[in-house]
């Protein structure tokens, strides 16, 4: 295997990949950066060994640093790159006939999403084995509770349909890198990546995904439009780049059930933090990410592990899924949900950006490409961006274009 991306995700990726059943190695490892691509290498070698065989000439570093460890003789590749990256690594993977394990969420603009659904038809035509890191669909918890909600557990007892879905990713916040001296620009915002749009897609993409992903995997597709509301309370220093620090989205589904959805970063201990999911029906209630529904009528059911010691890891047992997948030749392609749940956080991007009530179709639709023309550390922002109303450029005072309703082009 090789490893694209050497941050903390992508070397407890890298980890999880060498820890299933099987010969299994790490051979090569990719990252902008060469400190993070050889703190990965250390990381990982210390804790498993002589699975991990990454020759000095196999650590690739730079913005194409990535087709050279897709090449370097691997049968998967694990992509753990900040978002905005994904589409561009991943249809160069299904270039090479590489198969591919991708953290979420799968890309920032719809261009991108675009661009990653087309490569995974041919994927697909490959027959290579793609997984995607939104981990809830390989926990048992989860997979129980939606199908009991499926088989009509909580909805209409007729069609098994539900009313309303509410989904939370409430916390504090992730961490801030302050910008350094000696950096440039497009490497400060590359280190700082969660906080601008074109590398993260704003915390409603790259965290609230899951919570949108287990709706749509109730409703068994995406929502078909969206309006809400958000901006910026809390974090609002230069180094919160130019992302909202809250989003307030109504959800809208083909056959009218509503999701009510939240996510907010603020920190401060009398803050309410919750990450969660819930479903409603006309016969009772389900706390999805607790396993437990109750019924109007007094019936409950919880969630019991059936196995004996603690419950697997999903984490973990995504990656044993996909390796048991290539080693038995099983289907096995979650790209396209994937790319789906990470469209739906954009709709609901775009939504709080707008201030408009958007489509799906419209937002799946949208041109506006947020990315760099030129992705070279010593450019300016002029240079990376000829169109100027993408361009991500500090002021005087060193801070960004923030989206603003009605001010500025959200799709």
């Known amino acids: 295997i090789g ?53 000095p000439d196999n650590v690739f570093v730079g913005f194409d640093a990535y ?27 299904v270039q090479q006939n590489k198969n591919v394990f991708m953290e979420k969420p799968v890309g920032t603009d719809a261009p991108g999403i675009r661009r990653l659904l087309a490569a995974n038809k041919i994927a697909k035509e490959k027959n290579l084995k793609v997984a995607v890191g939104l981990q809830r669909h390989h926990e048992a918890k989860y997979i129980e509770t939606i199908k009991r909600i499926h088989d009509g557990a909580i909805g209409n007892p007729d069609n098994g349909e539900i009313d309303l879905i509410r989904v939370y990713w409430n916390d504090a916040g992730v961490w801030v890198r ?20 074109w590398l993260c897609g704003d915390h409603i993409n790259e965290q609230h995904i899951h919570n949108l992903d287990v709706a749509n995997w109730i409703k068994k597709g995406p929502p078909v439009k969206a309006e809400g509301m958000g901006g910026r309370t809390l974090l609002t220093g230069p180094d919160h780049g130019q992302i909202y620090d809250h989003h307030y989205v109504e959800f809208t589904y083909a056959d009218g059930t509503k999701m009510a959805s939240q996510c ?12 969660s999911e819930h479903a409603h029906g006309i016969k009772g209630y389900s706390e999805v990410s607790q396993g437990h529904i109750k019924l ?10 059936p196995g004996k010691g603690k419950q ?7 990656h044993d899924d996909l390796f048991d997948a290539i080693r038995n030749n099983k289907d ?13 956080a954009l709709l609901g991007r775009m939504a709080t950006y707008s201030g408009q009530e958007v489509t799906y179709e419209k937002a799946l639709n949208s041109d506006l490409d947020l990315h760099p023309k030129v992705y070279d550390f010593k450019a300016s922002p002029e240079e990376a ?21 009605g001010i500025r082009r959200a799709f």
């Open 385 to 405: 961006w000829p169109d100027a109303e993408v361009r991500v450029a500090p002021d005087k005072d060193g801070r960004y274009w923030t989206p603003l309703p």
């Open 178 to 197: 302050p910008r350094k001296p000696d950096q440039t620009e497009i490497e400060y915002q590359m280190r700082n990546w969660y906080y601008f749009i």
């Open 264 to 275: 907010r970063h603020w920190p401060g201990r009398t803050v309410k933090h919750d990450v």
């Open 67 to 93: 087709k050279h460890c897709i090449d370097a003789g691997i049968d998967l590749i694990v992509i753990a790159t900040s978002p905005g990256f994904r589409p561009i690594h991943f249809e160069y993977a």
């Open 332 to 344: 096995y392609n979650e790209a396209d949900y994937g790319a789906s749940s990470t469209m739906t």
């Open 296 to 305: 109007r009528d007094g019936g409950e059911w919880r969630y019991k592990w």
């Open 3 to 55: 490893l694209i991306g050497c941050g903390g995700r992508g070397t407890g990726a890298a980890g999880q990949a060498l820890s299933t059943k099987g010969p299994v190695k790490l051979v090569a490892v990719a990252d902008a950066f060469e400190d993070q691509a050889r703190k990965a290498v250390d990381a990982l070698k210390g804790e498993h060994g002589d699975r991990v065989d990454v020759k």
């Open 312 to 318: 697997p890891d999903p984490y973990q047992v995504e």
